[in-house]
């Protein structure tokens, strides 16, 4: 019994949001002809590029910290047994009590509890990843209880009854007249003559949720990074709503997953540095605050931590997708990656969108149940570049596409051009007869059927006149 | 069998015989390096504070003056807790007073030049003679949030600042008290002496103790929500003032 257990399981399903309605071609047709959105997205993947490089630029030593982070987070769920084991030592000595979520619906329901202990009928959220992939919001709301996300994108998303399509930037398939638009037809009170002017708009998120800050007892974050050696906890932000929902409420429950650990202290420095540059393009985020457990007189008096699993084991468990885990959310690979940068984030059905959930989502769900993500990609290997620390997304992409089921027309024409390229008579009859198709049009217009499912979404090269071996032999 | 048990057991399950455990490569920059304190104000007004730089040769004006009508219960840390926030223990050798190498006339000319009148919260151990007349000091003791939100600033000390980054960090030290003072006023004026300025990330994690709320400022409160550009003011104080005291 114990053996079963214990082995490593899949994010369950019917719980959290993990899995899409659709598989990825199909999602991406539907955005794709969204010109706005692609104009949105343009212009802020192609924003944030640019000032991440610029801040990036500013380092001497920034492959030195992709180096040490990339070691750093080996290292880190090479001893997670460990490292979680004194991670709640620490806190539970410094005053706040630690539970153990083996999946989404555990979560779920340690958080509910919580907060009807507490007495409460809304809590106010900090934006965090991981109460997103186990649809917690859902399950607050079942039980009577208002989340309340106060995240501006966050809370432009709630608004506006959407989804989030971007880990950093939620809301980045939005501009700011469409941002006015749901502010002017959701935000309660919201003064009717509202600009498109962005200050006018942060202001107005300003008032609207300064009453809640001031009236909520119950927050719910996530966490950047959890400290094993101290117990200390991280939360990195911009707007002050991060400190709002730290600060102010009695009780605060923090839901984070088992990979965020970093091993001591001083491996801080480490990730301090890249966060920061690589997801906004800022050489420090406007706040980050830090804490360790209960600080008597100072911030929320009772503190819970909820360590998640949800399929992590699981990942864990493959030698070369293991990597995933290292990822610290910076979303550096959504934006350069030219896939995401057309389809958006809604595309990839998962809360974990881009090249990276691309490879997290699958392995968190069992490839069978995300099978069309590991293609989600063309293999150019930006976001290999681009990844703080060092996530050979690439080759995990690969490495997933292994176990998916391929096509089989696919699989069959593959067999036939190994067959063929093995023989070189047969393959000098291809290159020739290939040369025909010429006649069908200037420019290929896709392989007739079966094979059309391969060419619908590539380009075919036009065959040239001559072969080379023609040429070689007339020249 | 406890989720903890079945979770610790699934980790060894799926790490097998043991993942490799590389070697951390430390040749990144970590200090120390020099500290240029001008890079430090360029980085601060890049990102929206306002900085105020006191120079050695400001006359002191020889008369320590309290702040106009200080109310509250005078200097009082640590608000009932079994780890009062007074505890200076940890400090650093050479970081005692937040009243050491700052003259008190200079602070005073520069908040006056901030805020002619008005409320301002100030944490517990924080020098009163920093105030000039007409601002009136509210000495946090507990003070209510809806309190702590009508007062027109806050004034704190700080316990670290990094140059490469813009960046101050408050320690919750009696002299820059409970998280929420620095949070709810829109303003935030906040005195840093020259020597808790260090070059990079490294050093400023090195000199402070994480077992103490920890608040890392730079800049004002913003956002990158709209479109991806940065806009100033959202939540937290929409202006930071930061008056620089010592070369």
Request: net charge negative; hydrophobic share 40%.
């Amino acid at each position: 019994m114990s053996t079963f257990l214990g082995m490593p399981v899949h994010a369950p399903r019917g719980v959290g949001h993990l899995r899409g309605d659709e598989s990825f071609p199909d999602a991406a047709r539907t955005a794709l002809g969204d010109s706005q959105l692609r104009r949105n997205l343009q212009h802020a993947t192609t924003t944030i590029r640019g000032k991440s490089g610029r801040v990036i630029a500013e380092l001497p030593d920034w492959q030195e910290l992709r180096s040490a982070g990339s070691a750093l987070k080996s290292y880190t769920m090479a001893h997670l047994p460990e490292l979680l084991e004194q991670l709640e030592e620490k806190v539970t000595a410094a005053g706040g009590v630690v539970h153990w979520a083996a999946d989404a619906n555990e979560a779920d329901r340690i958080v509910t509890d919580l907060v009807r202990a507490a007495g409460e009928q809304r809590v106010i959220k900090v934006k965090s990843m991981a109460t997103q992939e186990i649809g917690l919001n859902e399950a607050l709301e079942a039980a009577g209880i208002t989340p309340v996300e106060t995240d501006l994108a966050e809370l432009i998303v709630q608004l506006g009854n959407d989804k989030p399509s971007h880990i950093l930037v939620p809301a980045i398939h939005r501009n700011r007249s469409e941002i006015r638009e749901i502010f002017l037809r959701a935000m309660p009170g919201v003064d009717p003559k509202l600009t498109d002017d962005p200050p006018v708009l942060a202001g107005a998120a300003r008032r609207y949720l300064r009453e809640t800050f001031l009236s909520t007892k119950v927050a719910v974050s996530g966490a950047n990074f959890a400290i094993a050696d101290t117990g200390t906890l991280a939360v990195v932000e911009s707007e002050g709503n991060g400190r709002m929902c730290l600060t102010l409420p009695e009780t605060l429950i923090t839901v984070m997953g088992i990979e965020k650990l970093v091993p001591t202290w001083q491996d801080l420095e480490v990730f301090l540095q890249l966060l920061p540059r690589a997801s906004t393009g800022e050489r420090m985020n406007p706040y980050t605050s830090m804490w360790t457990g209960v600080t008597p007189g100072d911030g929320p008096q009772n503190f819970h931590l909820v360590l998640l699993d949800n399929g992590r084991t699981a990942v864990l468990a493959d030698e070369v997708g293991r990597q995933a885990l290292h990822c610290i959310r910076c979303s550096a690979c959504l934006n350069v990656c030219p896939v995401y940068e057309r389809t958006g984030g809604h595309a990839y059905g998962s809360v974990y969108p881009g090249p990276i959930g691309a490879i997290l989502s699958p392995q968190l769900t069992g490839v069978a149940d995300n099978a069309s993500l590991p293609y989600a990609s063309s293999l150019c290997g930006a976001c290999f570049d681009a990844c703080p620390v060092k996530i050979d997304i690439p080759s995990i992409l690969v490495h997933l596409r292994n176990q998916a089921p391929h096509p089989r027309t696919e699989a069959a024409v593959m067999a036939a051009a190994a067959y063929t390229m093995d023989h070189p008579r047969l393959y000098r009859s291809a290159q020739r007869a290939a040369k025909l198709s010429r006649i069908a049009g200037r420019r290929g217009r896709g392989l007739p059927p079966p094979l059309n499912g391969w060419s619908a979404s590539r380009d075919l090269p036009a065959p040239p006149k001559e072969t080379f071996r023609d040429w070689w032999r007339n020249r | 069998m406890s989720s903890k048990d079945v979770i610790l057991d699934r980790i060894r399950a799926a790490l097998g015989a043991g993942a490799e455990t590389p070697e951390i490569p430390r040749d990144y920059r970590r200090g120390p390096a020099q500290v240029d304190l001008d890079l430090l104000v360029e980085r601060l007004v890049d990102y929206k504070a306002v900085v105020h730089r006191l120079t050695a040769e400001k006359p002191d004006t020889g008369e320590p003056v309290a702040g106009g009508g200080v109310e509250g219960s005078g200097p009082q840390a640590g608000v009932g807790g079994a780890r009062p926030l007074d505890d200076l223990d940890h400090l650093a050798e050479g970081r005692a007073n937040a009243q050491v190498g700052v003259e008190a006339a200079a602070v005073r000319a520069a908040i006056a030049g901030i805020l002619g009148a008005g409320t301002v919260v100030v944490p517990p151990g924080l020098p009163l003679e920093w105030l000039p007349d007409g601002v009136h000091g509210l000495v946090d003791d507990g003070l209510s949030a809806e309190r702590i939100a009508a007062a027109d600033g806050v004034v704190t000390a700080a316990a670290v600042a990094v140059v490469e980054t813009g960046t101050i960090v408050l320690d919750a030290s009696p002299d820059q008290g409970r998280r929420i003072i620095s949070l709810l006023p829109d303003l935030h004026i906040c005195v840093l002496r020259a020597d808790q300025v260090v070059a990079s990330v490294p050093e400023a994690v090195a000199r402070l103790d994480p077992t103490r709320p920890l608040t890392w400022i730079s800049g004002p409160s913003a956002t990158s929500d709209i479109e991806l550009n940065r806009v100033e003011g959202v939540h937290g104080p929409r202006n930071l003032h930061v008056i620089l005291a010592g070369q």
